[in-house]
């Protein structure tokens, strides 16, 4: 069946960093942009960052640019998200997602979400 399995989440102090993998199963990895999204408490979910099926082309918000770099191994059917100078705010549950978009645009798979907490 298919699984999208977040993985790397925790505490870490200000300034740290963390890197978060997704490792899929149950559907061709190579054929779904991947895209990483973030929800704080009492937040709406918001995307952090996007990379195309083939990782040649990627997108951040605003908020982690020159921060965050995400990227996949389509071998190894995972995405990852590599954090760095991380803030207070961007403690959140980050999700992964994975959007068909060959050979046609479709069907669509989340995690289950792993905890970042930013703190001293």
């Known amino acids: 069946q298919v699984q999208l399995v977040e993985s790397g989440g925790g505490l870490v102090q200000p300034g740290g960093s963390l890197r978060l993998s997704c490792a899929a199963s149950?559907?061709?990895?190579?054929?779904?942009?991947m895209t990483w999204y973030r929800q704080a408490p009492g937040k709406e979910r918001e995307l952090v960052a996007r990379?195309?099926?083939?990782?040649?082309?990627?997108y951040y918000a605003d908020s982690v640019k020159g921060r965050f770099t995400i990227s996949r191994d389509n071998a190894k059917n995972t995405v990852y998200l590599e954090m760095n100078s991380l803030k207070p705010e961007d403690t959140a549950a980050y999700y992964c997602?994975?959007?068909?978009?060959?050979?046609?645009?479709?069907?669509?798979?989340w995690g289950q979400g792993t905890q970042v907490t930013v703190s001293s």
């Open positions: 149950g559907f061709t990895f190579s054929n779904y942009t």
């Open positions: 990379i195309t099926y083939s990782g040649t082309s990627t």
């Open positions: 997602k994975a959007k068909r978009v060959l050979p046609t645009w479709g069907a669509e798979y």
